[in-house]
């Protein structure tokens, strides 16, 4: 089963670990097992969902239509070398390594 490290956004928090099933959506497996991500339409187009992948961005979907348009909107906000991805439309085929955007 891939696994998803969330990074801690504090120093007072944790990381946290998690399996995921292979081929299903990332924020759906994580809402699964208690972890709500901050979120909005789940449907790929509010960027709500948002989240930067630290590693493994090659172990998930490639993004859709849907996705790119959105994440085209809102990644003039971040660093250009940060990979942004939406946990609502990403499904996760291994290992990766995220964080939560703001
Ligand atoms: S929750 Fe709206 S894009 Fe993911």
């Known amino acids: 089963m891939p696994t998803v490290l969330v990074k801690a956004l504090s120093p007072n928090e944790k990381d946290q670990k ?14 699964r097992q208690g972890l709500i991500l901050p979120h909005g339409c789940l449907a790929g187009s509010c960027g709500s969902c ?3 992948i630290l590693e493994g961005a090659e172990n998930l979907s490639n993004p859709g239509a849907v ?7 809102i990644k003039s906000n971040y660093s250009p070398n940060k990979i942004i991805r939406l946990s609502c439309r990403a499904k996760v085929n291994g290992d990766i390594v995220i964080s939560v955007l703001k």
């Open 18 to 31: 998690y399996e995921v099933e292979a081929g299903r959506l990332l924020y759906d497996e994580l809402e």
């Open 50 to 52: 948002r989240i930067e």
């Open 67 to 73: 996705e790119s348009d959105t994440i085209s909107h």
